[in-house]
């Protein structure tokens, strides 16, 4: 096989690997300590996207700067949305989940959504100016900038998050938060800011991974399904509650796309996906790094 | 008592809405002098971008009709109204819409069904209630020759296909070698299918690799660098998004593409060159139809601007689908949907292409009511989409005849 | 049953059985009998919710009857009537197979595998276009006869499809109040404690998911000569989320709720029908308002206007 094309699989199963780790560790931080399961994911980040569009356009602001502003928009919007809504439905006790009704509201959140962003913004694709062109060579294979950029900002982004979470005492709190809400809350922990927070940095790591996507290829109302799709799937493959899971479960999922792509037509690499999944399921069910 | 209000509040409300659907009903009284015409179209769900111009455009050309007085058909003057139904471009609720025009609002003509899904489950309704259907989906079996009330409105990509690879054959020499990738659907099969067939027999041409893509998956890096490594002169892609599309031509490009691109169907260039950027696009052909192309055509695209704000080229597909209707209840000098239908079979049209328009098809679809028109050959050249030339339905028919195919 | 439900029912059925003697419009018997065979869907989905599963792929169950039963009618000249069972039991086998290695994942697990093996059916049908129509579906299915009764009749259908919607909710209120019930509750409270107390888990858990199967593909079996048109994308993501909404607006601490929810839904579309693109943002505030003002569904409303009305005096 030629070592160009494989240069170019790799890169791209890099780059959707990181977008894909990115969006689900949003999904999984809001599952994990808000305990709410956000259907609605896939069209945050659809939402996302739209929002960098507006960024970009209307308001002409350079790329780095756009993605900042889409991630502190959307973060904002995860705050208000957990603090109006979603407060209400979480029952006093600590220890029960407010699975049920929470459930619910995304699912109705999925209605309204897709139909607002149809509404405001027309059904039309919508492109987005790279945020940086041109190629750098390694050897002989000739890498898009663009797509470099996106791994790099990506790992960037999990390091710093794992940073947080371990060294930062907020980050602690929120991990305690998650694995036992009953210890957490004697040891002081505020729940309530905690779920705040987790609907927060999730929403605004969709956010991140629209932003970052959005210009490679572009822009339309219906992402929403299909992001969500492939969200389970990562969350599955490498475990709720595990940071570096959900990493390692995006990459695989990355690679089994670019190169399934490759190698078979079709819809079998989603089908061979599928597959794979549900043996994690059988052979393993917490996931590859899971703990729970 | 409490149990009792329960009940009675839940009574209540059933009687509530068969009230109001039964007045609902009662409302779609007849009234004289006026032509009632339903019109299905995806007003929202994902074909919306298709469905809204599409009624748009119809809409607009009825008030044209109906502020200039009315048409004359036969002794009378009539206005024309529509009934409007979404079908959301799902079966189910395509169905349900289709249903509710027929047998609460009792119309005896529909325009169309974008959907071939929804076009394909009316079909029975249509014939069981002798409803005259303009469709616009095109791929598929919408109509054939049980199905006498359905008229097929759009040209489908077989004729497209045939008018450009016999004009590219007999303009464009250099091309020699062909490739092609298309999204792994059936639509995607079947265009691939049309393109193989017709190339092998309109044009002399060598078709080297082609691949089917999983349908919007927007990554076709892996697929066009299988496809473009033995260097064909000519891509072809149809059956895309707009948005994919240029996803395409941007990404065959950045693997060193230099040939021409061939995409079958129409679609607005404003997306693509958005995406994939001039130069990009620059030598695409495609059976677009500039805003230009005619008189009619330039006024009536600049009339949808004025209304709506923007140019769309679903105005250029679906813009005969009206005036052929009334065209032909004029040459019937009636309403009368059994005289309509013979006028439709028979009549020649004047389309807003071009003149020269009429329903053909006997020999491919077993039943004359597919539309043909004059068939613009556009080719997108820095940055600007231009009219190379039009292929008229003799021309269309000549090259069909190397396809064994004689009307 | 309580009495008030069961003079409630009894009303409510003799206004179904002398709507068509109101009106005979094609369309709203239509309406109504889709929103029968919805309402069995969304009752049945309450069957395993009260196991605790969530169950988000109910509607693949639903897909596999309609067509094993088209096919059966319109490629194999089976009737109608033999391939109730038959659908029945291939969805039944189908469940065990996929319950076997899933039942036993917890929730959040469960609810996301179950979205995506019914995406799976649905991929899997629309890859054998020969057999199956691939995407572009079947169409033009006929319609059942028994004996002289020909069912193309709108509404000779409607009271058909009653007749099935009263059984199943007949069955599945029985169900709901029996032991097995009460069974369910407390597995879906607490199941640790329940199995340490010797109640099998799984093999409830498996019990109730089969049943609601079978019902899902019996509703399938009915869906596919009314709307006379199946395809593979009709059972999937967003039918998925309409059942699963409509069941927990009407409420899902009875057995009747569910249907009202479905009959509200459906209606409540039907209204605002003409709102176009902005319909679903209606359906949705409408959704999210019911859930925090009315957590119980909308079945629970006439006992709290009866509760608001009580506290005035």
């Known amino acids: 096989m030629d070592l160009v094309y494989l240069g170019q699989l ?62 502190l928009i959307m973060a904002g919007v995860g705050l208000v949305l957990e603090r109006g809504l979603f407060r209400r439905l979480r029952p006093q006790e600590v220890g029960t989940a407010a699975e049920f009704p929470s459930v619910i509201i995304t699912l109705a959140l999925i209605l309204i959504i897709p139909a607002s962003v149809v509404a405001i913004c027309g059904t039309k694709e919508k492109a987005i100016p790279s945020l940086i062109s041109g190629v750098i060579m390694l050897g002989p294979i000739p890498l898009s900038a663009e797509r470099l950029l996106i791994v790099i900002v990506g790992l960037a982004l999990f390091v710093s998050l794992l940073f947080f979470i371990w060294r930062h005492k907020e980050g602690r709190a929120l991990s305690a938060a998650a694995q036992d809400s009953e210890a957490a809350l004697l040891q ?105 | 008592m409490k149990k009792f209000l329960g009940i009675c509040a ?16 009662s409302a779609a009284a007849a009234e004289t002098e006026e032509v009632r015409i339903g019109v299905i179209s995806s007003l929202s769900g994902p074909a919306v971008a298709w469905g809204l111009p599409t009624y748009q455009t119809w809409k607009l050309q009825k008030n044209m009709y109906n502020q200039a007085g009315g048409v004359k058909i036969g002794d009378k003057v009539y206005r024309i109204k529509f009934l409007v139904e979404d079908d959301k471009y799902m079966p189910e609720p395509g169905v349900a819409a289709v249903k509710k025009l027929i047998y609460r609002d009792k119309v005896d003509y529909i325009l169309g069904g974008i959907s071939t899904l929804i076009t394909v489950a009316a079909g029975p309704i249509y014939q069981k209630n002798k409803v005259i259907a303009m469709v616009d989906g095109t791929s598929g079996p919408g109509i054939g020759p049980k199905l006498t009330w359905v008229f097929r409105m759009i040209v489908t990509e077989f004729e497209r296909a045939v008018a450009i690879a016999g004009w590219l054959s007999k303009n464009k020499p250099e091309i020699r070698k062909v490739a092609y990738v298309a999204p792994d659907t059936e639509g995607g099969h079947g265009s691939i299918k049309i393109f193989k067939k017709v190339t092998g027999r309109v044009t002399d041409w060598k078709i080297g690799s082609g691949e ?87 006024k009536l695209t600049a009339a949808y601007h004025k209304e709506y704000g923007e ?33 439709l079979e028979t009549g020649k049209f004047t389309s807003v292409c071009g003149s020269d328009a009429r329903f053909y098809g006997k020999d491919r679809y077993g039943i004359a009511h597919q539309w043909i028109r004059p068939i613009c050959i556009s080719r997108m050249h820095n940055g600007k989409q231009e009219l190379v030339d039009q292929v008229s339905p003799k021309e269309l028919l000549k090259m069909l005849a190397k396809l064994g195919i004689k009307e | ?34 929103i029968f065979i919805w309402g069995v869907m969304a009752t049945s989905l309450l069957l395993t919710i009260r196991v605790g599963i969530f169950n988000f792929g109910h509607v693949g169950f639903m897909s596999i009857g309609a067509y094993v039963s088209t096919l059966l009618v319109t490629k194999a000249g089976f009737s109608f009537w033999f391939t109730l069972p038959i659908a029945a039991v291939a969805a039944a086998i189908t469940a065990m197979l996929i319950g076997i290695p899933t039942l036993r994942l917890k929730g959040m697990y469960f609810v996301l595998v179950s979205f995506m093996w019914m995406l799976v059916v649905s991929y899997l049908i629309a890859s054998f276009p020969n057999y199956s129509g691939g995407w572009y579906g079947i169409s ?101 989320i309409n059942v699963f909404l409509w069941m927990v607006i009407g409420g899902v601490y009875s057995i009747f709720g569910p249907l009202v929810g479905v009959a509200a839904a459906i209606l409540i579309g039907e209204i605002f029908r003409f709102m176009l693109v902005l319909s679903p943002i209606v359906l949705g505030i409408i959704i999210i308002v019911i859930v925090l003002f009315l957590p119980e569904g909308i079945i629970s409303a006439p006992q709290r206007v009866a509760k608001l009305l009580g506290k005035r005096k």
């Open chain 1, 10 to 71: 790799v890169l791209n199963a890099l780059m959707l690997g990181v977008i894909y780790s990115l969006i689900a560790l949003g999904f999984t931080l809001i599952f994990g300590i808000a305990r709410v399961v956000n259907f609605a994911h896939g069209e945050i980040f659809m939402m996302s996207s739209f929002v960098m569009y507006y960024l970009m356009t209307a308001l002409g602001l350079p790329g780095m700067l756009a993605i900042i502003a889409c991630a």
């Open chain 1, 188 to 292: 002081g922990v505020n729940l309530n800011r905690a779920a705040s927070v987790s609907f927060s940095i999730g929403f605004g790591l969709a956010a991140v991974a629209g932003s970052l996507l959005a210009p490679i290829y572009y822009v339309e109302p219906t992402m929403g399904p299909s992001a969500l799709l492939k969200t389970c799937i990562v969350v599955i493959l490498g475990g709720i509650g595990s940071i570096p899971g959900t990493l390692l479960g995006g990459l695989i999922f990355g690679f089994i796309e670019s190169f399934g792509r490759a190698f078979l037509s079709g819809s079998f690499p989603m089908l061979i996906a599928f597959g794979i999944v549900m043996l994690v399921l059988i052979i393993r069910p917490r996931g590859l790094l899971g703990h729970d």
């Open chain 2, 10 to 25: 839940i009574m209540l409300t059933v009687v509530a809405v068969i009230a109001t659907m039964w007045s609902a009903k």
């Open chain 2, 212 to 298: 089917f893509y999983e349908p919007g998956s927007k990554d076709y890096y892996a697929v066009l660098s299988k496809v473009l490594k033995e260097k064909p002169d000519l891509l072809y892609t149809d059956t895309a998004s707009p948005g994919d599309f240029g996803l395409i031509m941007k990404q065959s490009r950045e693997l060193g593409f230099k040939g021409k691109i061939w995409y079958g169907a129409i679609t607005d260039p404003a997306v693509p060159l958005a995406i994939a950027g001039a130069k990009a696009c620059e030598d695409w052909y495609s059976p677009n139809y500039p805003f230009n192309v005619t008189t009619e055509m330039k």
């Open chain 2, 311 to 343: 140019y769309s080229t679903t105005t250029t597909c679906i813009c005969d689908t009206l005036p052929v209707l009334i065209q032909a209840m004029q040459q019937a000098g009636t309403i009368d949907k059994y005289k309509v239908r013979d006028a």
């Open chain 3, 1 to 34: 049953m309580t009495r008030s439900e069961r003079i409630t029912s009894l009303v409510v059925l003799g206004l179904l059985v002398l709507l068509p003697l109101i009106t005979q419009d094609p369309y709203f018997l239509y309406v109504a009998t889709g």
């Open chain 3, 140 to 240: 033009d299915i006929p319609a059942p006869r028994l004996l002289m009764i020909d069912f193309s009749n709108k509404v000779a259908y409607y009271y058909l499809v009653l007749c099935f919607l009263v059984v199943a909710m007949f069955f599945l209120h029985r169900l709901w109040n029996s032991q097995i019930g009460k069974i369910y509750v407390a597995i879906r409270d607490n199941d640790s404690l329940s199995q340490s107390i010797g109640i099998p888990v799984t093999q409830y858990r498996a019990q109730s998911f089969i049943i609601a199967s079978v019902f899902a593909a019996l509703c399938g079996c009915f869906f596919a000569p009314l709307t006379a048109f199946i395809d593979p994308t009709m059972f999937t993501f967003h039918s998925a």
